[in-house]
């Protein structure tokens, strides 16, 4: 009898789940709840993304893969995001791609 209960019960918790994810809204991953007042060394920030919302934020993501909500409004919030900002500007040009290869013009003597 308990291992029928247990089929049962691991059979609804998978019907459950399937369920869910069908015809329903999936929210996003990236919802901040709470906004760090701690501030973070720049050299440790990767990237950023700024999050509109019931709780507007920029959300940090570090060079390790975290993801951390801070304050848009906060002074070091503003400094860190220019700086990552001046930082992706300064990358790119140095990673500018090139065109491709121009033919070489060559001379060529004609026979007389």
Do not use: H
């Not at 789940?17 to 709840?33: A, K, N, P, Y």
């Not at 701690?38 to 959300?59: D, F, Q, W």
């Not at 060079?63 to 503003?78: I, L, M």
């Amino acid at each position: 009898m308990r291992p029928l209960l247990l089929a049962l019960l691991g059979v609804c918790c998978l019907v459950a789940r399937t369920v869910e994810g069908v015809g329903s809204e999936v929210l996003d991953q990236r919802i901040c709840v709470s906004l760090t007042t701690r501030r973070l060394p720049v050299n440790k920030i990767k990237t950023y993304t700024i999050k509109e919302g019931p709780m507007r934020a920029v959300i940090f993501i570090t060079k390790r893969g975290f993801k951390v909500c801070a304050d848009p409004q906060a002074d070091w919030v503003k400094k860190v995001v220019q700086t990552v900002d001046k930082s992706r500007r300064v990358n790119m040009n140095q990673t500018k791609p090139t065109g491709a290869q121009q033919p070489t013009r060559t001379a060529v003597t004609q026979a007389r």
